[in-house]
């Protein structure tokens, strides 16, 4: 990979939707050189799949939390993923180093929802207890996956 093909992959993060030739035009290449280009990224791998974002507020999920997982005793990552996956409204985790064992990404309706999903995590016999924010506003977002 070289310049180039960074800059194709941030317009492309951008808007995934770009045309070929709009992005040869920001990076100096015809649009057949950036077809070629993303092409060979996707065989590559590089690229895994172009999607869309929706705004989960529009799928009734606007209630957002950051919740920190502490555990009785250690408790094997394979465990949480396990506790963690069967809760639908987790849409993130990750195990973590400080006090917490993991820090949780939760998206309901409402508050009730949210403590509900909470719930389901608190009684997981591993799960001692647990520290919620509740997100107010979103200041930044990007996508690095």
């Known amino acids: ?9 941030d317009l492309l993060r951008q808007n995934a939707r770009a045309g070929y030739g ?3 035009q920001k990076v100096g290449l015809s649009a057949s050189a950036v077809k070629r ?8 791998g ?3 799949s172009f999607t869309i974002q929706v705004d989960p507020a529009v799928d009734g999920l606007g209630t957002e939390a950051y919740v920190e997982l502490f555990c009785r005793g250690t408790v094997a990552p394979a465990e949480l993923r396990r506790i963690l996956s069967a809760v639908p409204e987790v849409v993130d ?20 929802s949210l403590e509900d ?9 591993t799960v001692d207890h647990t520290r919620s924010a509740i997100v107010m506003s979103r200041l930044v977002h990007r996508e690095v996956d």
């Open 1 to 9: 990979m070289d310049n180039l093909d960074y800059g194709i992959i």
């Open 22 to 24: 709009d992005i040869g």
């Open 37 to 44: 280009r993303v092409d060979r990224l996707v065989a590559d």
């Open 46 to 48: 590089v690229i895994q």
């Open 93 to 112: 985790a990750a195990t973590v180093s400080g006090d917490a064992d993991a820090i949780v990404r939760i998206r309901s309706r409402d508050i009730a």
């Open 117 to 125: 999903a909470l719930e389901k995590v608190r009684i997981a016999p």
